[in-house]
């Protein structure tokens, strides 16, 4: 049998009790002694229990988490009548978050490495990871376009390109699902409004949904294999929510895309239908909406009561019900957690952070880095005597608090260091300085180079109206939701802007490394630093590529996967826009942003030479060659983005439609082949038909979106 026939052969032996149990969710944050009795056994679905027991201090091993799971999976099963398995669920956006396990660079971070392939080999381990334990649906990734950066959550996603962040989010669904994990893009769709505005209403047409910020779903459920997805919060220019809209969550994601798998609702999303958006008056009346809409499970807490009284109120009918338990019943069949329900716990422990593990996460932190701005400052001279390290994230991990650790605390490991603490250990020979930003001025000339580590606030309900680096800031995350996320209080209690300047005026060899998940204002002291250099939140692996970027044992080669603003005033702002009738600046500037996506300097050069373009049976064979004329290795990005003209419909200036990460040693030449589908030449007519409707057409080499070194009919 198949597993639709299992499934569909299962469903038709349940009872309306145990149909309605498959729709429910739990999500338990104490793991103490009342956990069991505190547990409902017949529920579908829980948040799984390793996300919280790290608790008073103490930290739990990967077989640990793995025995808690496997009772819990065991107490399930047994409880019911027909030994359903529940589907233990938890956050994956750069680790598996169920306790210590692996943690790589945060999105924006791995967005930056253009190599998909890496991404996906960092997504596999985390697959591993999280099956490890008995987790088995990650609610990840994040492939919302973000298009304005004052959007708290930039930081998850992996920039403002729709082929990047379509190619970035199938890597991370195959990595995910190799492993028996559920891929779970979200948030399904736009809910980033203009202003950064989190989960606030979305005015996007049709043809702007459809253009733009539905393709990367599309592309992680056709070429990623997703076995899930989660709706957002906002409301839609349908006037309906995301979670009730059938639109969405039915034509589009099922009749058009054919998608199989699951809809989840983003945690309390049901709830906010009635109680945000006012659309209807109990929470029976929203479940049964969003259920009739195409949704199939409300996480992360949905009672039976709530499920029970829709049905006995009418307001769900048993095809409804039906509907919405076989995808889940085929969702567990397809997972295998019928015929393998338990995980080994001991090779959990063997698995979970193993040395292959921790060797990926140096590799991708380093092929993250992104080199904005360079001087002849970097890389230092391992030679050089003195080195000051300064600023408020000179000595906490590099891991951003964004779904970084578990509940009640924060991620660490022991054989992971801080970046003062790492150059401390292994700059040999030097002598590192360190102090209070007020000592700046006296500490900074005594030292042959200086580094500062900036900080800002940011994450999920951390929209920023400013851009600049903040200075006397204090956040503590407190409620319910916010928690999954961090609970860590995030603290800057020095003026930043004001340190830097005086750290560059004393000191000219000075280096600003920034630790963000989203562009920040540098204007008022860009031009005094020597060098800047883009970390992100590099993860576990981030201190020792710091390090080695630093000194030059690595080239640094990321590239910018949003567009850098001069000013907050530049907002929102991206390379893709459609032409403007009348102009694109300002009357103070340009309207140019200060680094425009795909830009990232090195220290090597290299040159773009014998370009060709030749046409295939399904599109084109790009082919150049990339010299590097300096006298380091390095890593150049190839970028082909499509210009049209004489086309039915405006379409945007450019659109990157292909690219390639490629390692030249110095003085080589490397033979480049990037493809172009054909389906570049397809769009949406003015009936909102999508075809090829014809136009004239070109493909624009080079290495950043705003400079082509080559142009090709096509």
């Known amino acids: 049998m198949t597993n639709e026939e299992k499934a569909k052969e299962l469903l038709s032996r349940l009872s309306v009790s145990e149909k309605l149990h498959q729709l429910t969710s739990q999500i338990i944050f104490d793991i103490d002694e009342k956990y069991e009795s505190r547990r409902d056994p017949l529920c579908g679905n829980y948040r799984n229990p390793g996300h919280f027991m790290h608790q008073n201090g103490r930290i739990s091993k990967p077989s640990e988490v793995a025995h808690r799971i496997n009772l819990d999976v065991k107490q399930s099963i047994e409880a019911q009548p027909h030994r359903i398995p529940p589907i233990e669920h938890g956050e994956a956006l750069h680790g598996a978050q169920w306790g210590m396990a692996s943690i790589f660079p945060q999105p924006i971070g791995l967005a930056s490495t253009f190599d998909p392939e890496l991404v996906g080999e960092a997504a596999s381990v985390i697959g591993k990871e999280a099956a490890a334990v008995g987790v088995r649906q990650a609610l990840s990734p994040v492939v919302n376009v973000c298009r304005d950066v004052r959007w708290g959550r930039t930081v998850e996603t992996f920039g403002e390109d729709v082929k990047l962040c379509s190619d970035m989010g199938a890597a991370v669904c195959r990595g995910l699902e190799e492993n028996g994990v559920a891929a779970t893009p979200k948030h399904f769709v736009d809910n980033c409004a203009d202003g950064g505005r989190d989960s606030n209403h979305s005015v996007r047409s049709e043809r702007e949904l459809r253009e733009v910020y539905l393709k990367p779903f599309e592309a992680c459920f056709k070429e990623g294999g997703a076995h899930g997805v989660m709706a957002s919060y906002n409301s839609l ?49 929203a479940i049964a909406k969003c259920i009739k809409a195409g949704l199939d499970c409300d996480l992360p807490n949905c009672s039976y009561a709530e499920v029970k009284e829709a049905y006995d109120r009418g307001l769900l009918t048993s095809d409804d019900i039906d509907r919405a338990v076989f995808r889940i019943l085929k969702l567990k069949f397809d997972l295998g957690l019928f015929e393998c329900p338990y995980v080994d716990e001991e090779l959990a422990d063997r698995t979970v952070r193993c040395d292959g593990h921790k060797r990926l996460a140096v590799k991708a932190a380093e092929k993250s880095m992104v080199l904005l701005k360079n001087d002849g400052v970097l890389p230092l001279d391992e030679k050089i005597g003195t ?57 900074a000339p005594m030292c042959d180079a200086a580094l500062y580590f900036t900080s800002i606030v940011e994450g999920e309900g951390l929209d920023r109206s400013d851009l600049r680096l903040p200075s006397y800031r204090r956040v503590s995350s407190s409620d319910g939701a916010a928690v999954i996320v961090d609970k860590a209080e995030i603290e800057i209690n020095v003026d930043q802007e004001k340190s830097v300047s005086e750290l560059a005026r004393a000191n000219p060899r000075t280096a600003v490394i920034l630790m963000n998940g989203a562009p920040v204002d540098t204007s008022a002291w860009i031009d005094a630093a020597g060098a800047v250099l883009e970390a992100w939140y590099p993860g576990e692996g981030g201190s020792e590529a710091i390090y080695n970027v630093v000194f030059g044992a690595c080239n640094p080669g990321g590239k910018l996967p949003v567009s850098w603003p001069r000013s907050v005033g530049q907002l929102p702002l ?9 102009g694109y600046g300002y009357e103070n500037d340009d309207g140019t942003p200060l680094y425009p996506f795909g830009y990232g300097k090195s220290y090597t050069s290299f040159s773009l030479e014998n370009a060709s373009v030749a046409c295939e049976e399904d599109g084109w064979c790009v082919t150049v060659d990339v010299k590097n004329t300096g006298d380091r290795d390095g890593d150049e990005v190839v970028q082909v983005y499509l210009s049209s003209s004489c086309t039915e419909t405006v379409q945007p200036l450019r659109s990157l439609v292909a690219y390639r990460r490629v390692t030249v040693p110095a003085g080589d030449t490397a033979r480049v082949s990037l493809g172009v589908p054909s389906s570049v030449k397809c769009y949406y007519d003015a009936d909102m038909v999508y075809a090829a409707h014809g136009g004239d057409f070109r493909l624009l080499i080079g290495t950043r979106s705003d400079k082509a070194d080559f142009e090709f009919e096509i």
């Not at 099922?254 to 009635?274: A, L």
């Not at 390290?389 to 590099?398: N, R, T, V």
């Open 237 to 285: 220019s349908s006037g309906l929510p995301a979670h009730a809209d059938p639109w969405l969550l039915t034509k589009v994601l099922r009749e058009e895309w054919g998608f199989d798998g699951i809809v989840v609702s983003d945690y309390g999303g049901v709830d906010g239908v009635y109680s945000a958006h006012r659309v209807c008056k109990d929470g029976a009346s």
């Open 387 to 443: 080195l000051g390290i300064f600023g408020p994230s000179a000595d906490i991990l590099p891991t951003g608090s964004n779904y970084s650790g578990p509940y009640a605390h924060l991620w660490e490991a022991e054989d992971v260091l801080s970046p003062l603490a790492y150059f401390r250990a292994h700059a040999n020979g030097i002598r590192i300085i360190t102090g209070d930003d007020r000592d700046i001025p006296h500490l």
């Open 574 to 582: 991206y390379y893709s826009f459609k032409p403007s009738g009348r």
